[in-house]
């Protein structure tokens, strides 16, 4: 089971989400999206964290920017995906969490 299947799941259970029903406002497609940009930024942000505590001297913004070329990620359609996900803050923020406890178990990190 990868993280995206772990975090699906304990929130279906938490929000009483039928994985099977397509048709309601909180779909597992929309959990997909949802996981994906919060993933995108805790990586994002996690790396900023890195680099002022490791990095003195080097150049952040072109660190940043080649972590986001390697992540595929591009920032229109970033905050785009995000606006149309707005309701979902407060599981966005859920799974952020789900996500770092996740990290810290599997891989003996501290955050």
Same mark, same amino acid.
């Given at each position: 089971?990868?993280?995206?299947?772990?975090?699906?799941?304990?929130?279906?259970?938490?929000? &009483?989400?039928?994985?099977?029903?397509?048709?309601? &406002?909180?779909?597992?497609?929309?959990? &997909?999206? %949802?996981? !994906?940009?919060?993933?995108?930024?805790? #990586?994002?942000?996690?790396?900023?964290?890195? /680099?002022?505590?490791?990095?003195?001297?080097?150049?952040?913004?072109? *660190?940043?920017?080649?972590?986001?070329?390697? *992540?595929? %990620?591009?920032?229109?359609?970033?905050?785009?995906? %995000?606006?149309?996900?707005?309701?979902?803050?407060?599981?966005?923020?859920?799974?952020?969490?789900?996500?770092?406890?996740? #990290?810290?178990?599997?891989?003996? /990190? !501290?955050?």
């Amino acid at each position: 089971m990868n993280i995206q299947e772990i975090v699906i799941e304990q929130i279906c259970e938490e929000f &009483k989400i039928d994985p099977n029903n397509h048709n309601q &406002k909180l779909s597992v497609d929309n959990l &997909k999206d %949802i996981i !994906r940009c919060t993933t995108n930024k805790m #990586l994002m942000a996690h790396f900023q964290i890195l /680099l002022d505590n490791y990095l003195e001297n080097s150049d952040k913004n072109s *660190a940043l920017n080649q972590l986001s070329v390697f *992540a595929n %990620i591009e920032s229109e359609n970033d905050v785009n995906d %995000i606006k149309k996900l707005s309701g979902f803050h407060d599981i966005g923020k859920q799974i952020a969490n789900i996500e770092v406890r996740f #990290l810290e178990t599997n891989l003996g /990190l !501290r955050t």
